[in-house]
């Protein structure tokens, strides 16, 4: 079930080649390579073949919210997306702080053979920002967790993040950090601050109260040699600190959301909730800003921040309705739509971001690797003329906070394969 | 002449400067009622509006229920204290369930600003907003446009200084959309702690001024004419935990309607009023002498209040069928 041979497949859009796979590995690229025998063949002419898509910061909600999306569910929407490896956050319920909730979630992601499901360990407790967790021992669980988060709330403790980073070099671990200031913003923050904001009468974060935490994260990493990764950038001022970091040498990297690379503040205004995000969305100047600094490699990857939530959880009134927005279906489309197509960016490109990038930052061997001969076969083929208008019913995700319903977008994810074997065909899951 | 009405009134930017008007005019008539013995007009007869307020609130939901109650509507009132999600049921829910009785029109009060805009997007009713959050508070404008208007005349060309919270008011949001579009020049006056973010941008694209000093603006002669009309915000006490300013005595001394201030204006100009939309607190935005003070409209506000919030129901829920004769002449068919 592991061996495939893809034909005429553009590798990352370039040459048009075979690809022989055989127990789960790339064993030949070549010109009209044959199929050894009862072997499927993938047609793939036309399409273009990149390493499989990594998503760095997923939200599936199991345990404790199969309403809103279970591991099956989310891992679905990860394989019609194109993706081959999620990274699960640590903020279900129970929290992922122990090594136990991380080898359920590892198992779970298992089970579903549609993508591999790596647990994000929480930096502290409970996500109270106050006792570590035990991360060492999520580490050498089964799950190997080297990516803590505390995700939906910043580590805002200095001392408290200071002690993780020095923890963590042990064994190679990355702090990925929700970069906000809560002492910059009220407790119902909900929107980017600014003249919208005040026009609306919502309670807003400012841009400072990211860029003065990713600021301090970076010489903490500087201090403790360990290493840190900023979680959804969403500002130019944050974009600035970042290439100011990098350019001393400071170990940091960083993430993108496909909705902060294309949505602006503006929804907001229409107070509907399914454009209420956190980070929030921003002006079109911070658009712009993330769309260079992730083409420039100041941000190096890109990470959806799926984040499903109920119905009833996103019928309230905007303050009181929850974060977050889906986006594992249609990052691909996004990206490629935004950047790609405007050629900004060529498909390699894309690949290094959604895929080389992440699997490197979260340390996953198996993932984000060349296209070459004993590689694992984690790959996607993409259309890259395919024009395609976003159906929030269509969706796998058992969520419809769907930001990008009705739009339509060229790129699309035709055939995702995980070790050799095909785990969705153009938007329906085998 | 037939003038369009919004179908809901959530923002005062649903009406333009001739919708205003209409209501205005219409307001005055309506007036008239509060001033009978029988205070009864048929126009709203059979028209069920509910008064679903999930905030506090005394003077507006009494103020639209004796609205609804002199033009004949059955008005029901329901009160709910915090945020229905922390009950367990979506606001959607809330409002649909409401709404599938067959009700005209949801008049709401919201702690949440946009509130109104969502439950208009869910229902079928009318749905007039009576205050969400900290963004707007539409039949307040109103009301403050027609009692300015009585003391003042036209408002074209007035000059009004807003002073106070302005990052926490619905009021002043609501207040600068329809002084702007009635001709008004209008100044905020506020530390910067008090004005909402990016108003600097915001008040370059509508036109307004704004200011950090009460005295300056007050003593403004030449093209910042003197102030026609002092509009006093309510200042919370709770405003200074959160570092909005250090103590009540400082803001009274830099943004207070203090005695001093009072005399010195009404000696510049005779004809200055003085609004405030309450509750008000003396002694710290504003003084006793300043809210009993013959320039002060506070009470005028109050009585406008119904007969705007009359005008306002006709408008939306009345249809060109029901004529507005009915207000005007009707003596006895009150039963």
């Not at chain 1, 907001?268 to 993330?290: G, H, I």
């Not at chain 1, 971001?353 to 694992?376: E, K, N, T």
């Not at chain 2, 829910?93 to 509130?115: E, K, L, P």
Request: aromatic share 4%; glycine share 10%.
């Amino acid at each position: 079930m592991s061996d495939l041979l893809i034909t005429g497949a553009r590798l990352l859009g370039g040459e048009a080649k075979d690809v022989l796979v055989l127990g789960g590995t790339i064993a030949e690229i070549g010109a009209a390579l044959d199929a050894p025998r009862d072997v499927e063949t993938v047609q793939a002419e036309g399409l273009a073949l990149l390493p499989g898509l990594v998503d760095l910061h997923t939200h599936l909600r199991e345990p404790g919210r199969e309403d809103a999306e279970t591991i099956a569910t989310g891992a679905a929407a990860a394989a019609v997306g194109g993706f081959t490896a999620v990274l699960a956050m640590a903020n279900t319920s129970p929290v992922t702080d122990t090594a136990e909730a991380a080898e359920r979630i590892l198992d779970l992601g298992r089970a579903t053979g549609l993508a591999d499901v790596q647990p994000i360990g929480a930096v502290t407790k409970g996500l109270e920002g106050a006792e570590l967790a035990e991360l060492a021992l999520m580490h050498r669980s089964r799950a190997v967790v080297r990516v803590f988060s505390d995700d939906g709330h910043c580590v805002h403790d200095a001392r408290v993040m200071r002690r993780a980073l020095e923890y963590v070099r042990a064994f190679g671990g990355v702090v990925s950090q929700h970069s906000q200031d809560p002492d910059l913003a009220g407790s119902s923050a909900c929107c980017h601050e600014g003249e919208l904001s005040g026009r609306l009468g919502l309670p807003g974060w400012p841009s400072v109260a990211e860029s003065t935490i990713i600021a301090r994260d970076a010489q903490l990493a500087r201090h403790t040699g360990s290493r840190v990764h900023v979680a959804h950038v969403s500002t130019a001022e944050g974009v600035e600190v970042l290439r100011w970091a990098k350019a001393q040498g400071i170990d940091l990297t960083a993430e993108v959301t496909p909705h902060h690379l294309l949505l602006t503040q503006d929804l907001v205004s229409s107070y509907d909730p399914t454009f209420k995000v956190n980070p929030p969305l921003r002006p079109t100047e911070d658009v712009e800003a993330l769309r260079a600094a992730l083409v420039d490699g100041t941000i190096d990857a890109v990470a959806t921040d799926h984040a499903p939530h109920a119905r009833h959880d996103k019928e309230h009134a905007f303050v009181d309705a929850a974060f977050g927005m889906l986006g594992l279906e249609t990052a691909f489309a996004v990206v490629h739509d935004t950047l790609v197509r405007g050629g900004q960016l060529d498909l390699a490109g894309l690949a290094d971001r959604m895929s080389v990038a992440p699997a490197r930052i979260a340390g996953l061997a198996d993932h984000g690797q060349p296209l070459a001969v004993g590689a694992p076969a984690n790959l996607v083929l993409v259309d890259t003329e395919s024009t395609q208008t976003v159906d929030a019913s269509a969706s796998k995700s058992l969520s419809r906070n769907n930001p990008w319903h009705g739009m339509s977008f060229t790129g699309a994810v035709h055939t995702t394969i995980l070790r050799g074997r095909v785990t969705a065909r153009q938007g329906v899951t085998e | 002449m037939t003038i369009t009405m919004p179908r809901h009134l959530l923002s005062m930017a649903d009406l333009d400067a001739e919708g205003i008007r209409t209501i205005l005019d219409t307001a005055t008539q309506m007036h008239d009622v509060q001033k009978r013995e029988v205070k009864k007009i048929p126009t709203l007869r059979g028209r069920t509006i509910i008064n679903l307020f999930f905030e506090d609130s005394t003077r507006t939901r009494s103020s639209f229920e004796i609205a609804g109650k002199w033009m004949s509507a059955d008005t029901i009132n329901i009160t709910g204290k915090g945020s229905s999600a922390s009950k367990g049921e979506s606001l959607r829910d809330t409002v649909r369930t409401i709404d599938a009785m067959g009700v005209d029109a949801i008049v709401m009060r919201h702690g949440a600003s946009g509130a109104a805009h969502q439950v208009a997007s869910w229902v079928q009713a009318h749905v007039i907003n009576a205050g969400d959050g900290t963004h707007e508070h539409p039949t307040q404008a109103l009301l403050d446009a027609y009692t300015m208007e009585r003391r003042l005349g036209s408002l074209e060309g007035r000059h009004v200084a807003i002073v106070g919270d302005l990052t926490h008011s619905r009021v002043v949001r609501s207040n600068l959309i329809s002084l702007r579009r009635l001709g008004a020049d209008v100044t905020v006056v506020a530390p910067p702690t008090l004005m909402p973010s990016g108003i600097g941008t915001w008040a370059q694209r509508e036109g307004f001024a704004l200011s950090h000093d009460l005295d300056e603006v007050l003593q403004a002669q030449g093209p910042g004419r003197p102030v026609d009309a002092l509009m006093m915000l309510r200042v919370q006490k709770e405003r200074m935990s959160g570092g909005y300013f250090p103590t009540a005595r400082e803001y009274t001394v830099g943004y207070g309607l203090t005695r001093d201030r009072l005399m010195r204006l009404t000696d510049a100009n005779p004809h200055l009023v003085i609004c405030h939309p309450g509750p008000m607190n003396r002694g710290l935005e504003i003084s006793a002498d300043a809210a009993d003070a013959a320039q002060s409209l506070v009470l005028d506000q109050v009585s406008a209040g119904v007969a705007v919030r009359m005008s306002v129901l006709y408008h939306l829920l009345a249809g060109a069928d029901d004529p507005i004769g009915a207000v005007a002449t009707n003596e006895g068919s009150a039963a």
